[in-house]
């Protein structure tokens, strides 16, 4: 059994928070410079070339991108070999996210109870999802994740006989309310099948996937491709002041679900989708 | 062509500016989120007093990250203003003549915005870093205990923006997404 030290948890978490608060990724930061060129509105693509210029100065300077540095969301993907010593897990990770807002400049954006609203002052807790998995490593991503773009994702209940235009529908309806509140262009992952909070876990996950990797699985991959355009058509356009450049992109997530039902899940994300993985 | 302005902004030069128009300000701005307009309201109920005197001044909604050392502040973007939606009117109807945000504003505001003259502004949402460049100063005037919700003073220089919302009502988050409609 493989041994793996707390501290080592502690301090990938913590350059996790700092990194994906700071750099933005590749594959987002090409899509906003493919969507430059394309965008038809002016407004639009003065917008879009600025999120480009705003994520060169966050790199440089090591600033956030946007300083809604979110409410921390970690991964860990457990190897079932991988023996934990020196602490507990959970602590080990918040101890993380306590340091890197602390030592990265990053905004400490959570209150401890929804409704007294104190806040804690060092952005814990984090929102963390454990997965067992075979092999001896661990796999730690931390998505920390605005509520500009949080707060206009919505669950829908479908019936089975809604089929996929009652999927198409749901997401749709989701983009068109959220309009120019999650500071698009934006990026929708959207979770299919499981039961109510598994959908929303999916939605959740699917925002981890890189923007120009398409679904493996066929009929998904085409079902991507067609609310990725219609999405585009919408004419919301970049900060919802019109054009072609909505969505940065769409991906989906499924799960088996049961004979009586369709949850679908639509977790909208804006340009800034965070997301760093490390591997001990 | 850019506007430029210099905050705290009239009443009259409120009135000249049309949604479209691009804009930069210089001059004093105060931020303030949705925790300190309520803490500000009922405290206005209580005292018959705001945290700073509010006729002609702007309000950024915005919640700074914490400034590195040296930096008069951290990353610096728009919140969604809705949030601010219940209390608008009644800061605006109490001398306000600005906003600065992102995302769509309610009738009432709108209605207030006619009706005493004031104007909404966007400024990009997600592009924190960038913004951050144009505060020269920043300074915590009320409600400390709040953090990054606390009440800033900011000292700002051709800060950039468009007018979403202006104080005839017209709105660009109506009028443009049509142009590129195509479903």
Redesign the interface.
């Known amino acids: 059994m493989r041994e793996i030290d707390i501290n080592e948890i502690t301090e990938t978490v913590k350059k996790l928070c700092i990194e994906s608060n700071c750099i933005l990724n590749n594959d987002i930061y090409s899509a906003v410079k493919n969507a430059e060129d394309t965008e ?2 002016e ?1 639009g693509k003065d ?1 879009l070339k ?2 480009i ?3 060169d ?2 790199k440089e ?1 090591m ?7 979110g409410m921390t969301v970690v991964f860990v993907d457990i190897g079932q070999e991988v023996h934990i010593k020196g602490g507990n897990i959970t602590d080990g990770i918040n101890e993380g996210v306590r340091q890197g807002y602390s030592e990265g ?5 959570v209150v401890s109870d929804p409704l007294l ?1 104190v ?1 804690t ?1 060092d952005n814990t807790p984090a929102v963390i999802h454990y997965n067992i998995v075979s092999g001896d490593n661990i796999k730690i991503t931390v998505a920390p994740k605005g509520f ?1 773009s949080e ?1 206009m994702s919505k669950i829908h209940m479908l019936k089975p006989s809604q089929g996929i235009e009652g999927v198409k529908d749901a997401v749709m309806e989701t983009v068109k309310l959220a ?3 999650p ?1 698009p262009p934006m990026i929708v992952g959207v979770g299919i099948g499981g039961n109510f909070e598994l959908s929303a876990y999916l939605s959740k996950k699917a925002l981890l996937r890189p923007v120009d990797r398409s679904s493996e699985i066929p009929h998904i991959k085409e079902l991507e491709k067609e609310l990725y355009e ?1 999405i585009n ?5 970049p ?6 450049t909505t969505v940065l992109g769409v991906n989906i997530e499924t799960f088996a679900t049961h004979i009586a039902g369709l949850p679908v899940a639509v977790n909208i994300s ?3 989708t965070r997301h760093g993985e490390a591997v001990l | 062509m850019t506007v430029k302005l210099v905050a705290p902004i009239t009443r009259d030069t409120v009135k000249e500016l049309k949604a479209g128009d691009i804009v930069e300000i210089s001059g004093i701005i105060y931020t303030a989120r949705d ?1 300190a307009h309520k803490r500000m309201l009922e405290e206005y109920e209580r005292s018959g007093k705001l945290p700073f005197d509010i006729k002609n001044q702007t309000i950024y909604f ?7 050392p040296g930096e008069p502040i ?4 728009p ?2 203003s ?1 949030r601010m939606d219940a209390y608008s009117p009644k800061t605006i109807e109490l001398g306000l003549t600005v906003m600065i945000g ?3 504003r309610s009738k009432d505001v709108i209605d207030a915005m006619k009706k005493y003259k004031a104007v909404y502004i ?1 400024a ?10 144009h505060i020269k100063k920043s300074e915590v005037i009320a409600y400390d205990d ?4 606390a009440i800033h003073r900011l000292e700002v220089f051709e800060f ?1 923006g ?1 007018v ?1 919302i202006d104080s005839d009502g017209n709105n ?2 109506e ?9």
Do not use: M, W
Request: with cysteine; glycine share 16%.
């Open positions: 038809v509105s407004i917008i600025k999120l210029k705003n994520a100065i966050a300077k600033k956030p991108i946007c300083q809604d540095t400049f990053l905004r400490k954006s609203r806040n002052k500009g707060n309009g120019s509140n500071c219609n058509k919408t004419g919301i356009g900060q919802g002041l019109g054009g072609k804006c340009h800034v | 925790a915005a919640g700074p990250s914490p400034a590195k951290g990353s610096v973007g919140t969604t809705c992102k995302g769509e966007g990009i949402g997600g592009a924190g870093a960038l913004l951050s460049n709040l953090g990054a919700e950039p468009i979403v660009l988050y009028t443009e997404f049509l142009k590129y409609k195509e479903i």
